[in-house]
């Protein structure tokens, strides 16, 4: 894929030249880091994304968007969207095109609680890894560079930093932007290895995951529940299917409640005796979702609950590593987009000439996304506890989870992107103006 100016609802947008003397390091090579990276480079801003590892992995398996997401990739750069749109995956029946997600009564033979709809885009899905390689095309040659995993980042007098790597090299850059996901380093150094926020908290769940090819599904789950997105609800319990890779695959999530987690990793292998077991009060339906994950791992389930803030100086945190939610909601991937979509926007602003300037752009962008960001990991918990049936004013109460469903995503579908990230540009600029800094004279 060609890299193409952006020019999309972004008055900023430029040509790749050296428009800005900003050098601009990336920690981590996810969808949020990645969109941020192409959305500077196409803005005129120099940006090298650092990720951890050193090969590609299944990580994360299928992540599932709303109108939101895709807007946002939209405005960063068409070029996201182009990508997202050549792999993605909607319902499989022309009927459920606006639908979100249909919820199923768990206990029963998958009886309908509800279909959510989301008007216009209803629920798009993409195979998270696949997705990522085809952004990384997106980024000049060389801009890319995998095992960077970072084990310290340093503050010189000039006020550059320093990225110290595990492989003993090192980086300058004037500002970093740390995108390194749930165990994030950057976060642990940004906040203080002592901050009680510095680490995820465990969030009583775990999940057994699993892809399978819609072949097999079809024949398990019958074509309506393999062909499109549900969740099934039930005790203490819940999983979540929808197709990915255009339709080929299905996605698979088992999750159950666990008031804690006994193990040093947050992968443990299991087994299909085990994983059935621990669905053998579900109805048909999910035990037969269950009985498709050949060879079933313990995932725990971790979120950042709380930040006290996401930047410090001329460094900032996006996506899980600021914000990581659990997967109940569909949103926290959306998320990151948002992040890239406002942080790309200030820096390209043309009020922001020097280094000196970038902190009120981190403080503008903390300022907006922080709130937004936060209530998303809190409501995410939420909702996994309704579809589990423990929800605190829904309970085992069918009518009120309904009730409940068809409303809770509508304030995170339908934010007006354009206007958060005018706000944040006008945060921004009312920040220059009393700064020592300062610009707008």
């Not at 969740?231 to 979540?240: A, E, F, Q, W």
């Not at 962008?365 to 809190?378: C, E, G, M, Q, S």
């Amino acid at each position: 894929m060609a890299i193409r100016q952006s020019s999309e609802n972004n008055d900023d947008a430029r040509a790749p030249s050296a428009r800005k003397q900003l050098n601009i390091a990336v920690v981590g090579g996810g969808l949020g880091g990645l969109s941020l990276a192409i959305g500077l480079v196409q803005r005129g801003i120099s940006a090298c994304v650092y990720e951890g590892a050193s090969s590609w992995t299944d990580a994360g398996a299928g992540l599932v968007f709303a109108k939101n997401s895709m807007e946002a990739m939209k405005k960063i750069s068409p070029d996201i969207y182009e990508a997202f749109a050549k792999r993605s995956s909607g319902q499989g029946w022309a009927s459920k095109k606006t639908t979100y997600m249909d919820y199923r009564n768990g206990l029963t033979d998958g009886e309908l609680v509800t279909s959510v709809v989301c008007a216009n885009t209803g629920q798009e899905s993409v195979h998270r890894t696949l997705f990522a390689k085809d952004l990384v095309s997106l980024l000049p040659e060389g801009s890319f560079r995998m095992g960077k995993r970072v084990v310290d980042i340093t503050t010189r007098d000039n006020g550059k930093y320093t990225l110290n790597f595990a492989d003993g090299e090192s980086a300058d850059a004037d500002v970093v932007v740390g995108g390194d996901g749930i165990k994030s380093r950057c976060r642990q150094i940004l906040l203080g290895e002592n901050s009680p926020e510095a680490d995820p908290k465990f969030a009583e769940e775990f999940a057994y995951r699993g892809m399978v090819p819609m072949e097999k599904a079809v024949a398990v789950l019958g074509e309506e529940f393999a062909r499109n997105s549900m969740v099934n609800i039930g005790p203490n319990s819940l999983t979540t299917t929808y197709p990915v890779e255009k339709g080929t695959l299905l996605n698979l999530v088992a999750a159950r409640s666990l008031e804690k987690w006994e193990h040093d990793e947050w992968v443990v292998p299991s087994s299909q005796e085990a994983a059935k077991s621990d669905f053998a009060g579900c109805g048909p339906v999910m035990q037969k979702v269950v009985s498709m994950i050949d060879k079933p791992s313990m995932w725990a389930l971790f979120h950042h609950p709380e930040c006290p803030t996401f930047y410090k100086g001329n460094f900032a945190l996006i996506g899980d590593a600021a914000h990581a939610s659990c997967p109940h909601q569909g949103a926290g991937c959306g998320q990151a987009f948002e992040d890239a979509l406002v942080m790309c926007n200030l820096l390209a602003d043309e009020t922001i000439k020097q280094p000196e300037h970038v902190e009120e752009a981190f403080a503008a962008y903390d300022a907006i996304r922080r709130p937004r960001t936060l209530k998303v990991v809190k409501t995410s918990k939420e909702n996994g506890d309704i579809c589990m049936m423990r929800g605190e004013s829904t309970g085992e109460d069918f009518e009120k989870i309904k009730a409940t469903l068809d409303e809770r995503f509508h304030w995170i579908w339908h934010e007006d992107l354009d206007q958060q990230v005018e706000t944040a540009k006008a945060t921004m600029r009312e920040r220059l103006q009393g700064s020592k800094h300062s610009v707008l004279v």
